[in-house]
């Protein structure tokens, strides 16, 4: 795990817990100015692989990648829920 104790680094959670405290109290615009970013920046990644490959295959190795990069996406959620409190957090003050 990136982070070995999360506990520590948010205390009262993990950094999945803190962004979903902040998201129910921090500015409703701002929350949704940020989640929105995080939906298109989905659907932009999405509409790039489709050219390349269909939408069988994309769900297939979404499918197979979940299981075979745990430890990554792991980390990679991890980090995700950081930033993502962090926009949020700078916007709000």
């Known amino acids: ?18 962004f979903f405290d902040i998201v ?8 949704e100015l940020e989640l929105d970013k995080l939906v298109e920046r989905v659907c ?5 692989l489709e050219e390349h490959i269909d939408e069988d295959t994309i769900e297939r190795e979404i499918k197979t ?19 993502l409190t962090a926009n949020i957090l700078t916007q709000n003050e």
Request: net charge negative; hydrophobic share 35%; proline share 2%.
């Open 1 to 18: 795990m990136l982070f070995e104790d999360e506990e520590d680094i948010f205390s009262g959670g993990s950094p999945k817990k803190k």
């Open 24 to 31: 129910y109290n921090a500015n409703r615009n701002l929350v």
């Open 44 to 48: 932009l990644l999405e509409m790039m």
């Open 65 to 83: 990648r979940a299981v075979t990069q745990s430890s990554e996406l792991d980390n990679c959620k991890v980090s995700k829920y950081i930033e």
